[in-house]
């Protein structure tokens, strides 16, 4: 069966320093692999996603994730995070449904 | 092109009540899902489509019922509500060019 696992419930960073979100994933093929942003109170929405073929795959907002099939990971990444950024962020995996991560929410410090 | 539309948006029951929260779109989309949120607990899965008449249980679908007679619609059924099912629900309907798309969510408590 396939899961995701979101090892950080709540992280903290401080506006303009970088910005790493762990997801690990079980699934038997090559999945299809999701980052959603969920602002309070708000719906889901597309930050990036990975199909097949270069496994650096860049979204909107300045965000971008790393396939690694040795590790089953897909991390998603921000150089430098913004005020506005913080929100909950979910990792999903499609195999034949798409299922969630637990969500980690981003606290951004001025 | 409205996507997907959820009713109402927010809604208070009380416990034993039944209720029905709608889901439509129009994107023809053949696949569809509903999922609830809570906190510490990401989206799971509820019941999910793959085309009309066909439905499937997915991670949490106890004290829940959907049935798709039609590709637009698929509706969700509390039979009798439990102070367990306060959640926000999603809506999705998804195929494999566009992906995903989520509708605004059903807030839901029950009393």
């Known amino acids: 069966a396939q899961s995701v696992t979101q090892p950080d419930i709540h992280i903290t960073v401080s506006e303009g320093a970088s910005l790493e979100l762990r997801c690990n994933y079980s699934?038997?093929?090559?999945?299809?692999l999701f980052w959603y942003v969920q602002s309070p109170g708000q719906g889901l929405q597309l930050l990036l996603k990975?199909?097949?073929?270069?496994?650096l795959v860049q979204g909107i907002k300045g965000f971008e994730a790393e396939f690694k099939r040795s590790q089953s990971s897909f991390n998603l990444r921000k150089p430098s995070v913004h005020w506005s950024d913080a929100a909950e962020y979910f990792c999903?995996?499609?195999?034949?449904?798409?299922?969630f991560g637990q969500g980690t929410e981003l606290s951004v410090k001025p | 092109n409205a996507g997907v539309t959820q009713t109402p948006k927010f809604q208070v029951l009380k416990t034993g009540q039944s209720m029905t929260l709608q889901c439509a779109q129009d994107?023809?989309?053949?696949?569809m899902s509903w999922y609830r949120q809570d906190p510490g607990m990401g989206l799971r899965l509820i019941h999910y489509?793959?085309?009309?008449?066909?439905?499937d249980q997915g991670e949490v679908p106890n004290g829940y019922n959907v049935s798709r007679s039609t590709t637009e619609d698929f509706p969700l059924r509390l039979l009798s509500a439990a102070p367990s099912q306060t959640s926000v629900y999603f809506c999705?309907?998804?195929?494999?060019?566009?992906?995903?798309?989520f509708g605004s969510g059903t807030r839901l408590t029950v009393v």
């Open positions: 994107m023809n989309h053949e696949y």
């Open positions: 999903a995996v499609q195999g034949g449904k798409l299922i």
């Open positions: 990975y199909f097949s073929g270069d496994t």
């Open positions: 489509s793959v085309g009309a008449g066909i439905t």
């Open positions: 699934y038997g093929a090559t999945p299809y």
């Open positions: 999705a309907s998804n195929d494999r060019v566009v992906g995903y798309t």
